[in-house]
């Protein structure tokens, strides 16, 4: 899986800045403020994201995504748990599959492989036969809201 300090953290801070969400970075292993997964996996509190080195992008993605698709009364009581219902979940993957070709040195190939490394399960069998064969209420979901 690749780790956002691979990636370069600035090109996750400029990506999630424009979502009005900051990056927060967390110093070797120590642990991640908000983390719902804990040891590496990204951690959401308030309006920051909250990252190592070694947090894997998708991580990154997945929980900056929760925020971008919550509404602003739920993101005041953000605390490690970003909440949602199952189909808000789906558009959260779905937007984070979006997102991956905005990141310079990313790609949503990489997401695909990365998600699938990490267990993320679909019917379908991969991130990828999800998105492209399985996802159409996820960018439903985003559409009615204005966010794909």
Same mark, same amino acid.
């Not at 991580?59 to 929760?66: F, G, K, Q, R």
């Not at 310079?104 to 997401?111: K, N, V």
């Not at 492989?113 to 990490?118: H, L, N, P, S």
């Given at each position: 899986?690749?780790?956002?300090?691979?990636?370069?953290?600035?090109?996750?801070? #400029?990506?999630? +800045?424009?979502?009005?969400?900051?990056?927060?970075? *967390?110093?070797?292993?120590?642990?991640?403020?908000?983390?719902?997964?804990?040891?590496?996996?990204?951690?959401? *509190?308030?309006?920051?994201?909250? *990252?190592?080195?070694?947090?894997? #992008?998708?991580?990154?993605?997945?929980?900056?995504?929760? !925020?971008? &698709?919550?509404?602003?009364? @739920?993101?005041?009581?953000?605390?490690?748990?970003?909440?949602?219902?199952?189909?808000?979940?789906?558009? #959260?993957?779905? =937007?984070?599959? =979006? =997102? +991956?070709? @905005?990141?310079?040195? !990313?790609?949503?190939? &990489? =997401?695909?492989?990365?998600?699938?490394?990490?267990?993320?399960?679909?019917?379908?069998?991969?991130? @990828?036969?999800?998105?492209?064969?399985?996802?159409?209420?996820?960018?439903?979901?985003?559409?009615?809201?204005?966010?794909?």
């Amino acid at each position: 899986m690749t780790p956002c300090g691979e990636l370069g953290l600035p090109a996750l801070e #400029v990506l999630f +800045a424009s979502h009005g969400l900051a990056l927060v970075v *967390v110093a070797g292993h120590s642990e991640i403020p908000g983390s719902y997964w804990g040891e590496s996996e990204a951690g959401l *509190v308030g309006e920051q994201l909250h *990252v190592r080195a070694d947090t894997p #992008v998708h991580s990154a993605l997945h929980e900056a995504c929760h !925020y971008i &698709c919550m509404d602003a009364s @739920r993101r005041k009581a953000l605390d490690t748990d970003a909440g949602g219902d199952d189909l808000e979940e789906s558009a #959260v993957c779905y =937007l984070q599959c =979006l =997102l +991956a070709d @905005r990141l310079p040195g !990313y790609s949503r190939e &990489c =997401l695909f492989a990365d998600m699938d490394a990490w267990g993320y399960s679909f019917r379908l069998g991969s991130a @990828r036969a999800w998105f492209e064969n399985d996802a159409e209420d996820a960018l439903a979901w985003l559409e009615q809201r204005g966010l794909a």
